[in-house]
């Protein structure tokens, strides 16, 4: 089973709010990776959890905030994000965060419109 | 450094064959070949690692030249299933990967 859920699958939210996303995965991987996808463009990496601690933070706004509270579970914080956070936020994982040998499986994506 | 994928769009008929190119001017670790549908997640195909070995899945295979920094994507006998956008993935040493721009394949009946 190579499965990695996310929830919610889609998200609307003001600029005022905040909410979680969520995405989960029970083939024991102990790498963890968040992904922001804008339309017609590749997946772009946000950040990266090994052994439940952040190893890699793109330069991200500290409006994004991860969070890996155990080895199945990864959560992204979002507040007062803007209209051009709008995007397709995907979750993957793998076995373990290894020097490209490693598959990465991504889940469906939560697609978030800002307003 | 964001790999080079060509070209970019690709228009077949089902049953033609395309291939797909990806490049680096950095040395790669490995090569990831991703298939994503309108509206999907990336779905995994296939990963290549130093060697230059060459893979296959279904009628779908690669290969990849390290010296070079090269790896080409075959699908052969394409099916109307084949159609979405391939991205190309390369890792370096900074443990990340990065995704070409991807190639827009569309196979018709």
């Known amino acids: 089973d190579t499965e990695v859920t996310q929830t919610p699958k889609h998200l609307v939210m003001g600029m005022t709010n905040k909410k979680s996303l969520k995405c989960e995965q029970h083939m024991g991987h102990r790498a963890m990776y968040w992904y922001k996808q804008k339309a017609k463009k590749p997946p772009e990496l946000m950040f990266v959890?090994?052994?439940?601690?952040?190893?890699i933070n793109e330069s991200v706004p500290s409006r994004f905030s991860p969070e890996c509270p155990n080895s199945s579970l990864l959560n992204l914080h979002l507040h007062a994000l803007q209209p051009e956070d709008s995007a397709l936020y995907l979750c993957?994982?793998?076995?373990?965060?290894?020097?490209?040998?490693?598959?990465?499986?991504f889940g469906p994506g939560t697609r978030l419109l800002v307003l | 450094q964001q790999p080079v994928q060509s070209p970019q769009a690709v228009i077949l008929r089902e049953g033609e064959d395309a291939v797909i190119n990806c490049s680096s001017s950095k040395a790669l670790y490995s090569v990831h070949w991703y298939r994503q549908k309108h509206g999907e997640a990336p779905v995994f195909l296939m990963i290549?690692?130093?060697?230059?070995e060459q893979k296959g899945h279904e009628k779908i295979s690669a290969s990849f030249n390290e010296k070079k920094q090269q790896s080409s994507l075959y699908l052969t006998a394409s099916q109307l299933s084949y159609s979405g956008t391939y991205f190309c993935?390369?890792?370096?040493?900074?443990?990340?990967?990065?995704f070409g721009k991807g190639t827009l394949l569309t196979v018709n009946p």
């Open positions: 290549l690692l130093k060697g230059g």
């Open positions: 993957a994982s793998s076995r373990v965060l290894a020097g490209g040998s490693e598959t990465q499986y």
């Open positions: 993935g390369t890792v370096g040493s900074n443990y990340k990967l990065t």
């Open positions: 959890y090994s052994y439940e601690k952040l190893s």
